[in-house]
């Protein structure tokens, strides 16, 4: 169990990492949604992996409970990034049009004419 | 008790509510989000006055205890930092009334501001760490909105470095909350400052110690994070960018001060002595590319990376002086560096460009404007009486006095080549004439310039004040770091006073 999530998260960033990597706008947005992916899963580790245990201390004494904390604070990550990936792919969407290439650097953009 | 540490926040996000069902009016909203700003500013001040009394102030939202409930906490620095916060956000929603047009307040610039000041103010008050990543994202994606508003490719091009960057270092942050919490159990600031310290793997703190210095890194723009700087701050509106250069990349130095002086201090020698190395760099490259630069706002961006350095280069030296020196240059640099950047917009007003080399003769066109530009350049540059020297010469002195000879070299070689720099803007745009023989003239359309001579002249003023008396001012830096250092009234304030 340990060995599979701990590979999940070496993979994802991985992949992340390479496709940040590129200098066109769609993978870099990509390898941000898989490294956001990553650290969700790594966060949801954090609380160590237990299975078939409810979050709720059910018992005083009976320590078979699943630490809540970090399931709660992934639940914020994921929203946040989900929003986050949103703008970007906006914002992506947006160089696209404008300079019809996905590329990071849009060109000619020395030449500022001033607002 | 928790009211006073609430409103800095409420204020804001009120604010952005009505400016934004207000959106439709322009002028209505740019007075709204003024009147809310100073209603913000006020708020700070009781914080800051309640503070200066009875110490940190700490409060816990939705009333569960420390460390398992949320934790606003203000101590002398979360204090200064709010006012300083209000002051920028008064100065820049003043300067708002006279360049934000119809188009720009409909697409919500106002809303996007005061959720910004809201976030920033939540960064500087939360007490803990997820709470402050929280905040950050606030800040972010206001952020985002702010920088790509009027849509002009360059914008855009900017926007996508510094969007991707930040999200990066978002990322190493979240992966360091995840190793602390799964270390500890606990991401309480004042807890941590407990836990960390008893520790039994301190070689695993100071791995996550580093993460989390390179996250906040890039946020504050450190050698060798901060490209995402100088390609993104010269892109959007004058006022976004006035509030930008002043307050986002101090949330990272503050941040950076916070973990570096409550949780990560068991091993100095590894941790501040990476900052001590990444400070001298950071005020060098800094400074040396702006020297390259010859565009107003491309200048005064790469300026704010050398003025990092010295932030960090107290924080490094880790010593009372040293850290006096650190929470004095923040003040004094948000206020003159927002102050350059609405210049900046006033110049490009009058003038047509912020390319140097195409512009000049503004000094015969507006003498008030060349003088309103000569007090936040000297200041930043050093010249005393005014705020820079003092922030200068507190660091210079604690670093000679910590017998770190070279960094103290180093931060006077770039205080000198700032001068170069400011000379360079004042002898392109102020004092040159017009290359094509146009004479500047205020804008005969479009809003009013008065408001954003009003903010350049209120910052300048508050330059000149904290110049000439720096006494009570250096008496609260030097507070903020007595707390910082001995963290005992921030754990008992957060946790309750232990046996």
């Known amino acids: 169990m340990e060995f599979l999530v701990a590979s999940a998260v070496g993979v994802l960033t991985a992949g992340g ?25 790594f966060l949801f580790a954090s609380g160590r992996l237990a299975i078939d245990k409810s979050p709720i201390l059910a018992k005083y004494g009976e320590a078979s409970y699943t630490d809540p904390l970090p399931q709660a604070l992934v639940l ?23 300079a019809d290439s996905d590329r990071i650097d849009i060109e000619d953009t020395e030449e500022d004419t001033g607002a | 008790m928790s009211w006073i540490l609430a409103l800095p926040l409420l204020i804001p996000f009120v604010t952005a509510i009505a400016v934004f069902l207000l959106s439709n009016s322009p002028k209505m909203s740019a007075r709204v989000s003024l009147a809310g700003s100073l209603a913000g500013l006020v708020a700070a001040l009781f914080l800051f006055a309640e503070v200066a009394s009875t110490g940190v102030v700490a409060g816990q939202m939705g009333g569960w205890p420390a460390p398992f409930g949320i934790t606003l906490v203000a101590d002398m620095l979360s204090a200064i930092m709010v006012v300083i916060t209000a002051i920028t956000a008064v100065a820049v929603a003043l300067y708002a009334l006279g ?17 910004l000041i809201g976030g920033v103010s939540g960064a500087f008050l939360t007490g803990d760490l997820f709470n402050l990543y929280v905040w950050f994202e606030v800040m ?15 914008q855009i091009d900017g926007a996508v470095k510094y969007v991707a960057l930040n999200l990066v270092s978002t990322i190493l942050f979240l992966s360091g909350i995840g190793l602390l919490y799964g270390e500890t159990g606990t991401l309480n600031m004042a807890d941590l400052s407990r836990v ?73 020698e590894v941790t501040h002595t ?22 107003f706002r491309r200048i005064l961006s790469f300026h704010i990376v050398s003025q990092i350095g010295y932030m960090v280069l107290g924080l490094a030296l880790f010593t009372p002086l040293a850290l006096v020196g650190s929470v004095f240059y923040l003040v004094h640099h948000i206020i003159v560096k927002a102050n350059l950047f609405l210049i900046s917009g006033i110049s490009q007003r009058m003038t047509g460009s912020g390319e140097l080399y195409r512009i000049g003769g503004l000094y015969a066109a507006a003498p008030l404007l060349a003088a309103l530009f000569l007090i936040p350049a000297f200041s930043l540059a050093g010249f005393p009486p005014l705020s820079g020297f003092w922030a200068k010469y507190v660091l210079v002195k604690a670093s000679l006095d910590a017998d770190a000879w070279i960094i103290a070299g180093v931060a006077l070689l ?4 700032t001068i170069y720099s400011m000379t360079k803007i004042w002898a392109e745009a102020f004092w ?44 609260f830096a030097e507070t903020a770091a007595t707390q910082l250092l001995s963290s005992d009234a921030y754990i008992n304030a957060v946790l309750g006073a232990q046996e």
Not at chain 1, 23 to 41: D, E, K
Not at chain 2, 224 to 245: K, Q
Not at chain 2, 414 to 417: A, E, K, P, Q
């Open chain 2, 99 to 115: 360049e934000i047009g119809a188009e720009q307040s409909r697409l919500g610039y106002h809303a996007l501001f005061q959720v």
């Open chain 2, 196 to 268: 960390v310290a008893e520790h039994p793997d301190q070689g695993m703190m100071t791995l996550i110690a580093l993460l989390f210095m390179i996250a906040f890194g890039v946020k504050s723009a450190v050698f060798p994070l901060f490209f995402w700087l100088p390609a993104s701050y010269h892109t959007p509106g004058f006022a976004v960018s006035a509030v930008f250069a002043g307050l986002l990349t101090k949330v990272g130095v503050y941040s950076l001060i916070r973990a570096f002086t409550l949780i990560f201090v068991s091993q100095p």
């Open chain 2, 414 to 417: 770039v205080g000198l080549l």
């Open chain 1, 76 to 98: 914020t990550a994921i929203v946040i990034s989900f929003g986050m990936t949103a703008v970007l792919v906006m914002i992506g969407l947006g160089a696209y049009l404008e």
């Open chain 2, 140 to 154: 972010l994606i206001s952020s985002f909105g702010l920088l790509i508003l009027g849509g002009r490719p360059e």
């Open chain 2, 274 to 295: 990476i900052l001590l190395w990444v400070a001298g760099f950071t005020m060098v490259t800094g400074v040396l590319g702006a020297a390259a630069q010859s565009e």
């Open chain 2, 432 to 475: 040159k004439d017009d290359p094509s023989g146009r004479i500047p003239k205020a804008p005969q359309d479009g809003p009013p310039l008065w408001p954003c001579y009003a903010a350049v002249v209120f910052l300048a003023v508050l330059t000149i004040c904290v110049g000439l008396v720096p006494g009570p001012f250096l008496a």
């Open chain 1, 17 to 41: 990492v390479y496709l940040l990597l590129r200098l066109r706008t769609f993978p870099v947005i990509l390898g941000i949604a898989l490294l956001s992916y990553a650290v969700n899963v």
